[in-house]
């Protein structure tokens, strides 16, 4: 780990160098490029500084406790020192695993109503408010690309996308099967019904990661709709793009003009094609190692929502929420730091095997 570390302490003075170089500089490109590749490994050179320097300050208590005036004091020092040094080792061994190129991405999430029919779209409306409200809270920008609203406020589908810094490595963890356990204001027998809604998030690509011919795309256009397909729109701007090699369909009709809704519609065309490619890519590597908190594969259970005792479980760490309201308002930071305690514990065991 020691010769990793001191590899990367070493490749960061070289890339401190170099974009300070008025040469590099000139090159817009090539300087944001070693940028973000000096900014993504400084956590970890910072972190393995601070250990060499309390490993000097340990070695130096260790000295002093051979003088007999000075024993007592430095014997704190270097307990002290010993203790910090194996906790700063187990945080490096987290910064040393391989992070996901996504994480600071935007993304784009999906929530579609499943089985339980109305029920499960009123839930779909309840995972966006959730979600919306967990954005305003990281101060993350939302904008709706698509919705198919019914008649009584929930969504059969609705698509957004979440532009801030780190997005991704939050929101990743929610893709999946939610499910629902309550009686529904139609129920007039006080019955549970259970139904559920499927979450995907797909990281927003840049066009340099995804490559689509043009000749590929089949373009549609038609005229927005409300719930219950009454026209909110005369003139024909929503888009449709499909992607006739895969038969992939992305839809955005909630801006203004048809540019507009054809630039978005194809951001999320170009994140369903990467996604495809990813957890191609994802399923190999994984295929000896599966994760602890699950594959992220849409049609997995991932956690339930019950109403009646107040209780919201994730089923790939077993873990119970019962902060039930400020769950659904957006409070959602416990559950997902723990599924990235869980992610980092099976990775590193993964590392060491």
């Given amino acids: 780990m020691f010769e990793k570390l001191e590899s990367v302490e070493k ?20 300087w944001r490029k070693l940028v973000k590749e000096h900014s993504s490994i400084e956590d970890v050179v910072m972190k393995y500084r601070e250990y060499k320097q309390t490993k000097k300050d340990m ?33 490096l061994k987290i910064l040393l695993i391989p992070k996901d190129p996504n994480d600071d991405k935007s993304v784009i999430c999906e929530i579609r109503g499943g089985a339980g029919g109305e029920e499960a779209a009123l839930f779909a409306g309840t995972l966006f408010r959730m979600y919306g409200m967990y954005a305003e809270r990281k101060h993350w920008k939302i904008e709706i690309l698509n919705e198919n609203e019914t008649e009584l406020g929930g969504y059969k589908e609705i698509s957004f996308m979440v532009t801030g810094k780190g997005a991704y490595s939050r929101l990743k963890f929610e893709s999946g099967v939610h499910r629902v356990q309550r009686v529904p204001d139609t129920e007039s027998s006080g019955r549970i019904h259970t139904s559920a809604a499927t979450v995907a998030v797909l990281p927003v690509v840049e066009d340099v990661e995804i490559d689509i011919n043009p000749a590929d795309i089949k373009m ?62 994802d399923s190999e590597i994984a295929n000896a190692r599966k994760s602890q908190v699950g594959s992220g594969d849409r049609s997995e259970k991932i956690r339930t929502y019950n109403y009646p005792q107040g209780r919201i479980t994730d089923h790939r760490i077993g873990m119970n929420v019962y902060q039930f309201e400020n769950f659904l308002n957006g409070d959602l930071d416990e559950m997902i730091d723990n599924l990235i305690a869980a992610d980092n514990a099976e990775k590193l065991k993964g590392e060491e095997e």
Avoid: W
Wanted: charged share 30%; glycine share 4%; aromatic share 6%.
């Fill in 220 to 281: 549609e256009v038609f005229r927005a709709s409300g719930a219950g397909g009454q026209h909110i729109n005369k003139t024909s701007s929503a888009v449709r793009l499909i992607h006739i090699p895969t038969g992939i369909v992305a839809e955005c009709q909630t801006q203004r003009s048809q540019v507009q809704n054809r630039e978005y519609a194809m951001n999320l065309l170009k994140s369903r094609l990467y996604e495809i490619e990813k957890n191609k890519q």
């Fill in 11 to 30: 490749h960061y003075e070289e890339l401190t160098t170099k974009i300070s170089d008025p040469a590099v500089i000139a090159n817009n490109n090539e």
């Fill in 59 to 91: 070695q130096e208590a260790e000295e002093m406790m051979q003088d007999k005036e000075m024993k007592e004091l430095a014997e704190e020092e270097y307990y002290s020192s010993k203790e910090k040094l194996a906790k700063i080792e187990e945080e």
